[in-house]
């Protein structure tokens, strides 16, 4: 056990504490032998995480009594999830084995554990693939067995999250990479909508902190403001349901911060300029008799006679419930002060299982009833898994492109209902039908007209295909199919034909050489393979039988006896450019202190380690960046927020540094800053003063253009750090005219030349 004095009598009642905490607030877990087994198992636990620590200084334990928390009074599962909750960390991080498990828990249990503990063995830093890949991928295939393994590593990651604050910076920006890049979205499709949420909203803390605690601060300062905004919005509708007779709750609270961020982002306006940042939810008790849809139109009639609505804001999921199961009608409709206010409408039922997602879900099917969307969604994830990629890393991008992305729903001729990602093409859809209309497809009709099998589909298209017998699927397809169905299906196609045109070629070649009185032997092929000037064996035969490679001159070149010395060439020639792509790929890079940040400094030649700045978020000093670490040893330096940066954080964490800028008052960075506002003579020539004469800044490219005397442009300029670009901004907003001025963050260096 260690020694005991390394943990106070503090931390052991806090541990008890916590303990007795999930125990005397349990649900699902009312019977004599799950609360025993529940025991067992935290003694266990507790036994096995002894002494050990996490970095924030608590005892470990507290960490799966939390998850446990989490899975059993925030998703609402039983006690073989809050069992394996206070186990999953055992097998990974002590010396009890899975078998351990499987005796004293039982085969499901030790199942579940396993399916959450990490890879482990001998990880070839020099591959391509990423650990962290591996290790989702793992993890999603534990899927086809069981849903719960998903749920409590969201747990999991859930817990990490909130008490992310004592790891090191380049942890944090690992983490939370992958969380916003994996689990907050996983978290969304299993119903889980509070912690899909907190998920972002905690990811977004760590990735973006200056924006964030902008953003928090503006909503504290609000907050009195908001509540009585709120008050007064459901006094009216409060007095209206109760003249009805309806039992229902009323709440309000503003969106999140991740939310509100994204509307930011998606106007381009600042936050002060964000109207719907309320939402207030109606929830109500069923009525005896009357459907729950009825009752929420009822509720929204209500509501419109109060308010009025937004039209294009109306978001009925009452009658088709979105993917993961939620259900509810969401109205837009304009409150006090002028500001819109978004209304949730549900009922009790619709609510658990909005808040509390999948557990919730099977809580109220039946045995009998019909596949939901959340089965179907399931269904499709273990149809992908059965055939999953080899590389982690493009399974993972797979996964998340099919299973994440917005959806669309098409009609096939006869109006059957068909779910594809958005941006699906009609040949996902002729794939979604069957594999064989999709290998024969030749075109689409979509809502009656010709198009072709390239056509990106809308919701609410009607779309038959066009088939014919000679058709077969060709390469140039896989770049605009979405779906893994169709990718999966065209590949396996290709690969079929390319099999058959080998083994023809090769036939071809064994006839025609038996003609010679020649038996085919590697000396042939190898004089065939450096007459063609060919690498590879499977080129010769396909060219063959394609005809691109002649046989005519066969005799000539078997006979022909090549000297040693050149096939000897030809093979380190081979050999030796692979062996040195090898060395150059697998270079050891200068060690970083992970420690510290490594300073950006000016003068890179000089800086100790090299860096670029990435093309596709275009960081200047003063930004929020993160340092990604190549193969090669080059840092890379990202805009935390930037897609790519994301997609690295997630999949190739170990690779992310912490990166601080130094002072930089000489090399200048490209930059660009876009405007609008009322047209006057001598407006463009005003700016452009301010910019070359006032402030000395080199302007590389201005794009203005007048419409009906409003003005909009863009101009690029070069900037030693977002100080200089600040100021630019601040001078110019005040140059009579200007309406608004910003700095677009998202262009690249391409695009502004």
């Known amino acids: 056990m260690g020694n005991k004095d390394i943990f106070d009598e503090e931390d052991i009642k806090r541990i008890q504490d916590e303990y007795d905490s999930l125990i005397n607030n349990l649900s699902k877990c009312n019977k004599p032998e799950d609360r025993e087994l529940i ?375 006869k109006g059957a209902l068909v779910s594809l990602p958005k941006g699906a093409s009609a040949l996902d859809f002729a794939y979604e039908i069957h594999t064989e209309i999709g290998n024969k497809a030749i075109g689409a009709k979509i809502n009656y007209k010709l198009n072709p099998i390239n056509a990106i589909l809308m919701s609410g298209d009607q779309v038959e295909i066009i088939t014919s017998d000679i058709a077969k699927p060709e390469k140039e397809w896989l770049s605009f199919v979405r779906t893994s169905k169709a990718k999966e299906a065209i590949k396996n196609q290709l690969r079929t034909e390319t099999t058959n045109r080998i083994q023809k070629g090769k036939n071809i070649l064994a006839s025609k050489l038996s003609e010679l009185g020649v038996v085919p032997n590697s000396e042939i092929v190898r004089k065939l393979m450096l007459s063609y000037d060919l690498f590879n064996k499977d080129e010769l035969y396909s060219g063959i039988e394609l005809g691109t490679i002649s046989l005519d001159n066969l005799k000539k070149i078997i006979r022909k006896t090549p000297a040693k010395n050149v096939i000897k060439y030809w093979e380190l020639k081979l050999l030796g450019s692979m062996k040195g792509k090898k060395e150059e790929e697998h270079e050891h890079p200068e060690k970083i202190d992970d420690g510290a940040p490594f300073l950006l400094r000016e003068n890179v030649e000089d800086a100790g380690q090299s860096y670029e700045i990435a093309k596709c978020c275009n960081p200047i000093p003063g930004d929020e960046v993160i340092g990604y670490r190549s193969p090669k040893g080059a840092i890379i330096i990202h805009k935390p927020k930037c897609p790519v940066a994301i997609r690295l954080m997630a999949n190739e964490g170990n690779r992310i540094i912490a990166v601080k800028w130094a002072i930089h008052k000489l090399v200048s960075f490209l930059a660009r800053i876009s405007m609008t506002g009322v047209d006057r003579i001598g407006f463009v020539n005003d700016i452009t003063n301010i910019i070359s004469s006032e402030l000395k800044v080199n302007m590389t490219n201005i794009n203005i253009s007048v419409k009906d005397g409003i003005l909009e442009g863009t101009i690029d300029l070069y900037v030693h750090n977002t100080q200089d670009i600040n100021n630019l901004i601040l001078k110019i907003s005040n140059v009579r005219g200007i309406v608004s001025i910003k700095r677009v963050e998202d262009f690249s260096e391409q695009d502004a030349n």
């Open 39 to 413: 025991e067992k198992a935290f003694q266990v636990a507790n036994k096995a995480h002894w002494n050990m620590r996490r970095k924030s200084g608590e005892p470990y334990i507290l960490h799966p009594i939390a998850v446990a928390k989490i899975v059993n009074q925030e998703m609402g599962l039983g006690t073989r999830s809050i069992v394996t909750s206070l186990l999953h960390d055992v097998v990974e991080d002590t010396e009890y084995s899975i078998e351990d498990i499987s005796r004293e828990f039982g085969p499901k249990i030790a199942s579940l554990i396993d399916g959450l503990t990490k890879i482990s063995g001998t990880y070839n830093k020099g591959s391509s693939s990423s650990m962290q890949a591996e290790n989702f991928r793992k993890m999603l295939m534990t899927l086809s067995d069981d849903i719960r393994v998903i749920l409590i590593k969201i747990a999991d990651r859930l817990h990490n999250m909130r008490t992310l604050d004592s790891m090191p910076e380049n942890k944090k920006l690992k983490i939370a990479g992958e969380t916003i890049f994996l689990y907050a979205p996983l978290a969304n499709r299993l119903g889980l909508y509070a912690i899909k949420s907190e998920l972002e909203d905690l990811s977004f803390k760590f990735r973006q902190p200056q924006v964030y605690e902008e953003i928090a601060t503006k909503l504290k300062h609000g907050e009195q403001k908001y509540l009585a905004l709120i008050n007064k919005f459901s006094l009216p509708i409060i007095d209206k349901l109760t003249e009805s007779g309806l039992q229902f709750e009323i709440s309000g609270r503003p969106k999140s911060i991740f939310s509100i961020w994204k509307k930011m982002q998606a106007k381009n306006v600042p936050f002060e300029e964000i109207y719907d940042v309320l939402a207030v939810r109606v929830v109500f008790e069923p009525i005896p008799g009357i459907p729950e849809r009825t009752t929420c139109w009822s509720i929204y009639s209500a509501i419109t006679d109060v308010y009025l609505p937004k039209p294009d804001r109306l978001r009925d999921w009452i009658s088709r419930p979105k993917p993961n199961g939620y259900e509810a009608l969401h109205v837009t409709v304009m409150g006090p002060e002028g500001r819109w206010v978004e209304v949730q409408i549900r009922s009790r039922r619709m609510d658990e299982i909005a808040e509390r997602g999948y557990a919730a879900h099977y809580k109220y099917k039946g045995d009998n009833s019909p596949e939901t969307e959340l089965d179907k969604w399931i269904r499709k994830i273990r149809s992908m898994l059965e055939n999953p990629l080899e590389d982690p890393i493009e399974f993972l991008d797979e996964f998340k492109m099919n299973l994440f992305s917005s959806e669309i729903m098409v009609f096939t001729p």
